[in-house]
């Protein structure tokens, strides 16, 4: 009986050093990956949050001569761990692929007056931002104006609705 313990023993202690060298490797994996990770989320999200953005948005806006009317945030969802990925996969349920662990979506609804060229320069702009923002639906409606009211300087003809939603960092 003891010797059957001690023969167990030795044989625990012989792959000892194996196993801490895989227990080293499996932690330097770890920490690449999380890294990795961390590279990934920034790459989606950038280094700021919502208010950076939102803050962003109105110098950019102003700017560019945009004329607020309002930004509405419509909703925002953050990342939850899929417990049922497999009946998402069977119902054909494709989640979000930039929603990740550590970012959230923000839906944004934004309407606003510009000229047509301020506008071009206001969407270029917003297209350089470090947060990916995807324009999911842009409505253009020309507005009519009476000219001898205004100088053709000051009149912005178009009234612009995009409802937007932006990736931030939690």
């Known amino acids: 009986m003891v010797k059957n313990e001690l023969k167990q023993f030795k044989i625990k202690v012989s792959k000892l050093p194996d196993l801490q060298k895989q227990s080293r490797i499996i932690s330097e994996k770890l920490v690449k990956l999380n890294s990795q990770k961390s590279k990934i989320i920034e790459l989606i999200s950038g280094t700021t949050n919502l208010e ?85 639906e842009f409505t253009l409606e020309k507005i009519e104006t009476n000219k001898e009211i205004k100088s053709q300087d000051e009149i912005k003809d178009l009234k612009v609705n995009l409802k937007i939603a932006v990736y931030g960092k939690i």
Not at 59 to 80: A, D, L, R, T
Not at 93 to 118: C, F, Q, S, T
């Open 52 to 136: 950076t953005f939102i803050s962003r948005l109105g110098y950019i806006g102003n700017k560019n001569n945009i004329e607020f009317n309002s930004i509405k945030p419509i909703s925002s969802i953050k990342f939850v761990e899929a417990e049922n990925s497999k009946i998402q996969d069977e119902l054909n349920i494709n989640p979000d692929e930039l929603l990740v662990e550590g970012v959230k979506k923000y839906n944004l609804d934004l309407n606003l007056n510009a000229k047509y060229l301020d506008l071009l320069s206001f969407l270029k702009e917003l297209e350089l931002q470090e947060n990916i923002i995807l324009f999911e």
